[in-house]
T-cell receptor, first 111, second 118 residues
Framework: GNSVTQMEGPVTLSEEAFLTINCTYT??????LFWYVQYPGEGLQLLLK?????DKGSNKGFEATYRKETTSFHLEKGSVQVSDSAVYFC??????????FGKGNQVVVIP | DTEVTQTPKHLVMGMTNKKSLKCEQH?????MYWYKQKAKKPPELMFV???????INESVPSRFSPECPNSSLLNLHLHALQPEDSALYLC?????????????????FGAGSRLTVL
């Protein structure tokens, strides 16, 4: 089936630290991949996307590369800010515009 | 206008009440979606409308009744809900719903309506 796995547990780090959130997927074919961000009390916002292997999505200093060989789409940011505190969801697109979401990772950035 | 607007932001209702959630977009999108999100969980798809017709119903109980009066509006009518239906209800839209050879149609989400059923 189509599914997304994100690393377990919240991520707590200091301001200006390097952030990595792991995401791996299982899918038939080559789905488009997304990272969505949800700030406290808000809906989901598209952070970045990649539609084919080796594509790199980037936005607001965040990056993720579509790795077919490792079926991964890890999210990275070189220097996080307090304003990056949010929940981050990895997702893949399949069949008739359905999205399979990972469980999400709470990121807490401490000043 | 690149927004999906949802009202109300918060709703508290009893199990015998009838209420509605509303969603509006003016991006010319022809597909609209309802998702349900429980605390600390990812969103779960409930319904998809494409060109104002119901395309997907993910086996949602009949106490939830969607309606798409026109291409810009999407409603979710609520009746005889249970406390376990308390959640954040998210509306989303996309340019189209059918698979695209150019990749997925990106969903734009609203801020959500937080529902509490007493």
């Amino acid at each position: 089936g189509n599914s997304v796995t994100q690393m377990e547990g919240p991520v707590t780090l200091s301001e200006e630290a390097f952030l990595t959130i792991n995401c791996t997927y299982t899918a038939t074919g080559y789905p488009s991949l997304f990272w969505y961000v949800q700030y406290p009390g808000e809906g989901l916002q598209l952070l970045l996307k990649a539609t084919k292997a080796d594509d790199k999505g980037s936005n607001k200093g965040f990056e993720a590369t579509y790795r077919k060989e490792t079926t991964s789409f890890h999210l990275e940011k070189g220097s996080v800010q307090v304003s990056d505190s949010a929940v981050y969801f990895c997702a893949l697109h399949y069949g008739n515009n359905r999205l399979a979401f990972g469980k999400g990772n709470q990121v807490v950035v401490i000043p | 206008d690149t927004e999906v607007t949802q009202t109300p932001k918060h709703l508290v209702m009893g199990m015998t009440n009838k209420k509605s959630l509303k969603c509006e977009q003016h991006m010319g999108h022809r597909a609209m979606y309802w998702y349900k999100q429980k605390a600390k969980k990812p969103p779960e798809l409930m319904f998809v409308y494409s060109y104002e017709k119901l395309s997907i119903n993910e086996s949602v109980p009949s106490r939830f009744s969607p309606e798409c009066p026109n291409s810009s509006l999407l409603n979710l009518h609520l009746h005889a809900l249970q406390p376990e239906d308390s959640a954040l209800y998210l509306c989303a839209s996309s340019q189209d719903y059918r698979d695209s050879s150019y990749g997925a149609n990106v969903l734009t989400f609203g801020a959500g309506s937080r529902l509490t059923v007493l």
